[in-house]
């Protein structure tokens, strides 16, 4: 217990025989000393030199010069390099830079360089050698340092394991100021795993596995896992606004958009050099920061006042699908490319493409056909540069040679879209006629995994398109298109969706794509494709007036319709659906369930989400106010190989028998649960109802009272009534009276 | 069926009473008037003139014979039902939020609001069921809310108790003839207003309807939750349906809230959730505007609904209602009819 004023004894607070020479300050003295500032800043201590006699000391010295002046100026006359009595040297110089500066990189570019096979450099301050390295500062004897005992730690993966043997899936929802990890039941209520009150304070964010779940707090992100969801790493970057995984969970971008500021007392891991930086990589094993990069000015669109730029792009830096690179685009003039894990700019300089305005990495390592080297592919455009032409081109990376490029003219904007192997990649280029008036979109297609690359140009479309998306892991894709001016109108716009795929072919080659249909007249404008390809849904989010969800399947099993004989596609319209105020869709990992919802961010009417099965039937409908967030976890890549899951998928009938009968059981339990829930209530009710109508008419007759309070009451006004009547009738007798006297005085 | 839209009010509705006969119709609104109807056809017998002011409330006594309303003219009348005429008016300092007479007729209390220094009351009057006879002057009773002024109040069965809702979601239970305090229970979220408070059949049981948006099945004797009602949107008024058991709630998002969005935001339906089981079973649409009041035909026959659109919706049940049953409420009534046989 801490010491507190009543805990205080006399003889402490006793100040007769308490001398102020006595008390011994110099642990204090140590610890707040005062840096003064020596006049040594400039010098830096050079160790690990090769031992050198009077006559190679100068040759070294001039090696020396030369690493040591890539970052700061000094010369032969500022290395002082000690002799030993033996005529050799000692194995370390003293260097003198021109400023403070210099020496500080110095020591922070150079420590670790090495000068041969043998010999690494070591570059320290003369200050902190005197500072660390003082008599008493080191222990005289070595002491091992402490090895901790090993711990076992939680499976990160443990959700793959489904307690219930269902390979459910789970998904987190963030409502109100809660968080909560639940498995998807279907239509029953999802069950909970974790529920937390303030988990995060903007959003969260699964890690492209679903190992980690991210929450973004002012001072940094947190990342959460394993069966117990504790802490498991923190990287601390203080007002960060968003956060990026590489694609196999090894590194982390955060970006905010405010500066980063050191304090004065430091930062428990950020230094002095990343002041002023607005992205921090990190590695996420160690929870280190690797590297961090200031925010670009991205020069605003020549001319093109309209079109204005995004105010950051994001994700501004770009992984390959293997994490050994980053990338960032530096608009119009360069591409830098950073390797892993060193995150030093591949062969030191930036890939300079003149007027480049976007790339994208291949979504997974591509295996070119004759290519035998190991290589990452990006793919990239440049746009109408004077009298060259517009330029795609598809870069191989370490090599930086360009594996393919197309030149066009007329382009007023390009998308690139990776299909998910890496096999095609479709550049929608938008073209202008030479007056500049009149619009139209063409899609050309990389065969990516064909000699020599081949591009097939597909169609020509007249209308803009303002959404694309390829099939994963497949060769088909859809298109939306509209003929409106695109941007944010009350009513949605009305728009076409076409469905593209590949003619058959002869063997395993993949046919042209051709145009397979359009539906028109629609109002989507957004394509969700099933993870696992075949399925397709299409819909209209975040509009107001509609939210329609029209569920495809493109291999569908029935009759194929005349003219598309020589498609690769069978395309049906399986359902049809309607989800009110829907803001957001995402596919589950398995490709079994969609979930919509509508989020309190973007409206607060009808918040909350439902969930589809694959073929559209609505299975569950949830309204949860202010409802924020719902996001599937991810699954990491299977661990069967290719035969493997053939032989699954060739003896589906036979596990689908038994997963049915599980089913069936499960739904009739409880069902038999809920009867039996609900006779109990009936019962619980009734018995209730009893008790209190017998205490009721115990203390009715105990006071006296009639069984019917009102009874009695009635009855008398009955009785009055009826009487009340009778007078009247008298009354009307009277009358016929008074008649048959009018008519006496008559005779 | 089609309801019967009942236009008669030209603003909110407040609150709509059935007599116990189930064939007359009383509904108060804000515009001043007191209209009664007959329940079959919707046919207007006429308006009980004199309140200068909106009125909140209104009650009919076991026989049919007069009439209470509360008013924000800070008044109490009595009416003769049969004539119209006012029989008795009694003055307060603030308006009167509720009104409703015991299970005989013989005691009326009403609600007084809380407004400029004075705190909300329940007061109790003792009451003759007669047209002629002269009404006493005198409260028999004033029960002050010093914490949270009651929002409704009522009887429950054999006068023992009068139970009040209060503006802090809280329900109060006090002694029918002294007025002591006996119980006051948090039953909703608090600060979230009591907006309904209507009874069973037999005054045992009563429903209260909540801001909080649910209504709560609660026992009068003490003051036990039985069952709660989840609906989405704030509650004004909750009734517990005679015969069938179910539960009847009206609400909608208030007025100022809905702003400019459609009809089906403001969620402006009456609902019905089985009473026992607590599942919503289904909804009626109709109104334009919120359900301010609910009231179930002591019958079984019908209900009606008032809205802020000013209109009373009357409905009668068809045969899917009466037949509407869950298995193991048919497994019991085939149990009884066996054993009644038998």
């Not at chain 1, 080191?138 to 901790?148: L, S």
């Not at chain 1, 959003?203 to 940094?220: D, K, M, N, R």
């Not at chain 1, 957001?584 to 369930?593: A, L």
């Not at chain 2, 709660?228 to 015969?243: E, G, Q, R, W």
């Amino acid at each position: 217990m801490a010491p507190s004023f009543d805990h205080l004894r006399d003889e402490d607070l006793d100040d007769e025989d308490f001398d102020v020479d006595e008390v011994d300050i110099s642990d204090l003295r140590e610890k707040y000393e005062v840096q003064l500032d020596e006049g040594y800043d400039t010098f830096v201590v050079v160790d690990g030199l090769p031992s050198v006699d009077e006559e190679t000391k100068p040759k070294l010295i001039k090696f020396l010069l030369k690493k040591l002046n890539t970052v700061g100026r000094t010369s032969a006359d500022a290395i002082y390099m000690p002799m030993g009595d033996d005529g050799m040297s000692l194995r370390f110089a003293f260097v003198e830079y021109s400023s403070p500066a210099e020496a500080a990189a110095a020591v922070r570019q150079l420590n670790f360089t090495p000068l041969d096979k043998k010999n690494i450099m070591r570059v320290n301050k003369l200050t902190d050698i005197d500072r660390y390295g003082r008599e008493g500062r080191i222990d005289e004897q070595y002491t091992p340092p402490k090895i901790e005992e090993f711990q076992e730690k939680e499976h990160l993966r443990s959700f793959m394991a489904d307690p219930s043997g269902r390979g459910r899936d789970q998904f987190v929802m963030f409502r109100g100021e809660t968080v909560g990890v639940f498995w998807n039941n279907e239509k029953d209520q999802p069950e909970n795993v974790v529920d937390r009150q303030q988990w995060t304070e903007t959003f969260i964010q699964w890690s492209p596995q679903g190992t980690y779940l991210t929450s973004v707090h002012a001072q940094g992100v947190l990342l959460w896992g394993g069966a117990s969801w504790s802490r498991l790493r923190r990287f601390p970057h203080p007002f960060v606004n968003l956060v990026a995984f590489s694609p196999n969970e090894n590194y982390l971008v955060t970006w905010s958009n405010r500066p980063i500021s050191i304090p004065d007392s430091g930062h428990p891991s950020l230094s002095l050099d990343d002041d002023g930086k607005n992205y921090v990589i990190w590695d996420i094993e160690t929870a280190k920061p690797l590297r961090s990069f200031a925010q670009q000015d991205t020069p605003a669109a020549e001319g093109d006042a309209a079109k204005k730029q995004p105010k950051f792009p994001w994700p501004a830096f770009k992984w390959s699908a293997d994490d050994k690179y980053v990338a960032r685009l530096n608009q119009g003039t360069s591409i830098s490319v950073y390797e892993l894990p060193k995150m030093n700019l591949l062969d030191k300089t930036a890939i300079k493409i003149d007027g480049v305005m976007d790339f994208e990495w291949a979504p997974a390592s591509v295996r070119r056909d004759g290519v035998k080297t190991y290589e990452q592919l990006f793919c990239f455009w440049t746009p109408e540069i004077g009298s060259n032409p517009a330029r795609v081109g598809l870069m191989s990376i370490p090599s930086k040679q360009i594996v393919r490029s197309l030149n066009l003219f007329s382009v007023s904007d390009a998308k690139l879209h990776w299909q998910s192997d890496g096999a095609y990649i479709c550049v929608k280029v938008d073209r202008h006629s030479k007056s500049k008036k009149s619009q139209a979109t063409t899609l050309e297609i990389f065969r990516v995994k064909e000699k020599g690359v081949p591009v097939e140009v597909v169609d020509t479309v007249k209308d803009t398109v303002i959404n694309f998306a390829w099939e994963p892991k497949g060769d088909r894709f859809v298109i939306i298109t509209t003929t409106e001016p695109v941007g944010a109108t009350a009513v949605p716009p009305k728009t076409a969706a076409s469905f593209f795929c590949p003619e058959k072919a002869k063997g395993n080659a993949v046919g042209n794509f051709k145009h397979l249909r359009t539906l028109e007249k629609k109002n989507h404008n957004a394509i969700y494709w099933s993870p696992k390809g075949r399925f397709v849904a299409i819909a209209t989010v975040g509009n107001q007036q509609g939210a329609d969800l029209e569920f495809y399947d493109l291999d569908f099993e029935g009759e194929k319709p005349e003219g598309e004989k020589d498609m690769t596609a069978n395309l049906q319209l399986m359902n049809m659906s309607e989800h009110y105020g829907m803001t957001d869709v995402e596919w589950d990992p398995s490709g079994r369930y969609l979930a919509t919802w509508a989020s309190a961010w973007k409206h607060s009417m009808e918040n909350g989400y439902h969930v589809y099965d694959f073929r559209g039937e609505l299975l569950r409908e949830e309204p949860i106010e202010k409802f924020k967030q719902f996001s599937w976890r991810p699954r990491p890549p299977t661990l069967l190989s290719k035969d493997e899951q053939k032989t699954i998928r060739k003896n589906l009938r036979e596990y689908s028998r038994v997963f049915e009968q599980e089913d069936t059981e499960r739904i009739s339990s409880a069902d038999v649960a809920v009867v039996e829930a609900r006779r109990q209530l009936l019962l619980e009710w009734y018995s209730w109802r009893e008790n209190v109508e017998e205490e009721l008419s115990e203390e009715r007759a105990a006071l006296g009272l009639p069984e019917n309070p009102v009874e009695e009451l009635l009855k008398e006004k009955t009785e009055a009534a009826a009487h009340g009547e009778a007078e009247e009738q008298v009354v009307e007798e009277i009358m016929e009276e008074v008649l048959e006297e009018s008519e006496e005085v008559v005779n | 069926m089609r309801p019967i839209l009942l236009a008669g009010h030209e603003r909110a509705l407040t609150q709509i009473r059935y007599n116990p006969d189930g064939d007359l119709i009383f509904s108060v609104s804000k515009d001043q008037q007191i209209c009664v109807w007959m329940a079959h056809n919707g046919e207007r017998l006429g308006t009980y003139r004199g309140h200068q002011g909106a009125i909140w409330t209104i009650d009919v006594d076991p026989t049919s014979t007069i009439l209470a309303s509360g008013s924000a003219d800070n008044t109490i009348r009595l009416w003769d039902i049969k004539t119209g005429k006012c029989l008795k008016t009694w003055d307060f300092p603030t308006a009167v939020k509720r009104v409703e007479f015991n299970e005989d007729g013989t005691k009326l209390l009403g609600v007084t609001e809380k407004r400029m220094g004075h705190l909300g009351t329940i007061v109790v009057f003792d009451v003759k069921i007669d047209v002629d006879a002269e009404q006493t002057d005198e409260k028999e009773l004033t029960i002050v809310c010093e914490e949270s002024k009651a929002t409704v109040a009522g009887w429950s069965y054999l006068s023992k108790y009068i139970i009040a809702g209060h503006e802090d979601g809280s329900v109060s239970q006090y002694d029918g003839k002294t007025g002591d305090l006996i119980y006051n229970i948090p039953i909703h979220e608090l600060n979230q207003q009591i907006t309904d408070l209507q009874w069973s059949q037999d005054r045992t049981y009563f429903i209260t309807a909540s801001k909080d948006k649910t209504a709560r099945l609660i026992s009068a004797k003490d003051l036990e939750i039985l069952k709660t009602y989840t609906a989405d949107t704030p509650l004004n008024s909750a009734v517990i349906t005679p015969k069938k058991e179910f539960v009847i709630l009206g609400g909608g998002q208030a007025a100022m809230d809905v702003t400019t969005t459609a009809a089906r935001q403001g969620k402006f339906e009456a609902r019905f959730y089985h009473k026992i089981f607590e599942d919503e079973i289904g909804r009626v649409r109709g109104h334009f505007g919120p359900l301010n009041t609910v009231a179930a035909d002591p019958t079984g026959k019908g209900y009606a609904s008032g809205g802020e659109d000013g209109y009373v919706r009357v409905h009668a049940f068809d045969k899917g209602y009466y037949d509407f049953m869950y298995e193991v409420e048919r497994e019991r009534q085939n149990r009884l009819a066996a054993a009644a046989s038998a």
